[in-house]
């Protein structure tokens, strides 16, 4: 085990800059869980820190090894692929054994390790058989297990599940979860699945564009993102943000403008002036708005209510999401927790606390989160 240290490190193919700068440090034994769209740089990252591509400037350090020359063979540190890459023409014994009979552990070292490991990956009545002969979740196991064979200082899992149904994702999300209690091994995973992040992640960080935008726990860049972008990434369904100006304060309480004039109140935050030339942005997340049977008379000052119409209801049986235009030409979206019965062009009444609203500046940083 080790923990995993990159200092501002970047990397550029030809002459555009991909990894623009990172300083992360990935403790001992944790989980760390690189989260961004498709392109931002999450496998370089993986890349650089086994060693299969150079960095260009920067330092990566396993343990208090400098690693920046040190070849990939040498930096004991394992990684396990999308595709699975095994070898089609060994069995899952051989294709396990490898890389430690290239190590030339003795033989019954090796075969105590494979045996072993596969019998925590509930793969031994499979030794026998080459990949071919394999579903796709038991590949996903014999590429697990051949990483973990290696006793490595590190594991790297770049989105190591995609290619399975979502039923054996999600038990293979519940296997690594366990395994990983057990091994206690640093991990980096890279994965675009909202559970596998939380579920497995003592910590995460959310990349864009080569840069990192914010590291925490998942309950810390749910409650506290530090901009919109992090907001719309981080949560199941994406939170809602309107842009809208300060109007005034009432008793602490900030009163918003939407774009067709129609109020809202924000949270309360203390310390905070408002400014009536900036525009600021309100984040409400889809769990937090509540269908009401109709408008009802409330303390505006506790609850929003918005009118809108059904464009598409999304009935996923026990629960579901709604999408509804507002009159101000804006779109909500909104999570139920039952059985929706509201159809497309249903006119609806909605609800949230002005308390669960997020709060963003002009530049869309948090000012306030929940
Ligand atoms: N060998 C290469 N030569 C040139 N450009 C590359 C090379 N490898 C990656 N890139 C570019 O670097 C950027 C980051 O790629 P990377 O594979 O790290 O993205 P990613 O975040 O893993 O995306 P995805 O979620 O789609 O897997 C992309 O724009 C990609 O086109
Ligand atoms: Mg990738």
Known sequence: MASITLKNVRKSYKDSEIIKGIDLSMEDGECTVLVGPSGCGKSTVLRLICGLEDIDSGEIYIGNRFVNDVPPASRGIAMVFQSYALYPHMTVFENMAFALQVRKLKKSEIEERVISTAKILKIDHLLHRRPKELSGGQRQRVAIGRAIVRKPYA????????????????????????????????????????????????????????????????????????????????????????PVSFVECRKNIPVFKMPNDELICGPSVEGVIFDKNCCYHLGIRPEDVDIMESAIASDMHVDNQLQGTVVVSENLGGEGYIHVSLKNGLMISLKAKKTISEKSGDDIFMRFERNKCYLFDQNETIISGI
């Open 155 to 242: 594991f790297l899992f770049d989105e190591p599940l995609s290619n399975l149904d979502s039923a054996l994702r999600c038990q293979m999300r519940y296997e690594l979860a366990k395994l990983k209690a057990q091994l206690k091994t640093t991990m980096v995973y890279v994965t675009h699945d909202q559970s596998e992040a939380m579920t497995l992640a003592d910590k995460i960080v959310v990349m864009r564009d080569g840069l990192i935008e914010q590291v925490g726990t998942a309950m810390q860049l749910y409650n506290t993102p530090a901009n919109t972008f992090v907001a719309r990434f981080i949560g199941s369904c994406r939170m809602n943000i309107f």
